[in-house]
């Protein structure tokens, strides 16, 4: 199994930058795919980004795009997500998730990811 713990969340204006990490447990988290979620008040958890196993490929959620970046560092069993110019849609809970299909490439639904964080809060203000 795999656990996730993210950090780094927080309050920031309209504009600002936050990088949030996410650390994962056991020997095998190099063959699992990584997301990004998120989940305001009231709405549905939604897909945010994804890096495939090695990194050599991501997505975003056409929200996102140009403004986060999704990366990992296998060696030290951590993904990120660098947040720039963000804006007060962006604020809710973020959300690490792992899916243990190393060779699907590209996907979006809660329910292709089989372990999560968490969570950590992000605010914007406006």
């Known amino acids: 199994q795999v656990q996730l713990v993210e950090s780094g969340g927080g309050l920031v204006q309209a504009g600002g930058s936050l990088r949030l990490s996410c650390a994962a447990s056991?020997?095998?988290?190099?063959?699992?795919?990584m997301g990004w979620f998120r989940q305001a008040p009231g709405k549905e958890r939604e897909f945010v980004a994804r890096?495939?196993?090695?990194?050599?490929?991501?997505y975003y959620a056409d929200s996102v795009k140009r403004r986060f970046t999704i990366s990992r560092d296998n060696a030290k069993n951590t993904v990120y997500l660098q947040m720039n110019v963000l804006k007060p849609e962006d604020t809710a809970v973020y959300y690490c998730?792992?899916?243990?299909?190393?060779?699907?490439?590209?996907?979006?639904?809660?329910?292709?990811?089989?372990?999560w964080g968490q969570g950590t809060q992000v605010t914007v203000s406006s």
């Open positions: 998730a792992a899916d243990a299909s190393r060779y699907v490439s590209d996907r979006r639904l809660t329910a292709h990811y089989d372990y």
């Open positions: 056991g020997r095998t988290f190099s063959n699992c795919a």
């Open positions: 890096i495939n196993y090695n990194g050599g490929r991501t």
